[in-house]
């Protein structure tokens, strides 16, 4: 069984900063890829941000320069640090981890809600 679980998100004003958090547990013999997807209501779920275990990133345009992803192996924890944000960044963040127990797959996190007022 494995299981992630997110923190962080919440409500802020256009121009603030989030963090947010989720950690992988149960049988995980090896995390690959870790990152954030978003799904704003009527439109398709988007990447936001990846990061490999060897610690390469991948940004949306949208949140380059904005945001910062980071990882921490030892916890099987990724982190998404959002600065400058924006009404536009208002959505449903999920985050996913590409977890090896014999094969890969992809787990995904609750989801968490991150409203940003303008």
């Known amino acids: 069984q494995v299981q992630l679980v997110e923190s962080g998100g919440g409500l802020v004003q256009a121009g603030g900063s989030l963090s947010l958090s989720c950690a992988a547990s149960?049988?995980?013999?090896?995390?690959?890829?870790m990152g954030w997807y978003r799904q704003a209501p009527g439109k398709q779920r988007e990447l936001v941000a990846a990061?490999?275990?060897?610690?390469?990133?991948n940004y949306a345009e949208s949140a380059k320069g904005r945001f910062t992803i980071s990882r921490d192996n030892a916890k099987n924890t990724v982190f998404l640090q959002m600065n400058s944000l924006k009404p536009e960044d208002t959505a449903v963040y999920y985050c996913?981890?590409?977890?090896?127990?014999?094969?890969?797959?992809?787990?995904w996190g609750q989801g968490t809600q991150v409203t940003v007022s303008s």
């Open positions: 149960g049988s995980i013999f090896r995390i690959d890829a």
């Open positions: 996913y981890a590409e977890i090896v127990r014999g094969l890969s797959t992809v787990y």
């Open positions: 990061v490999t275990n060897g610690g390469f990133t």
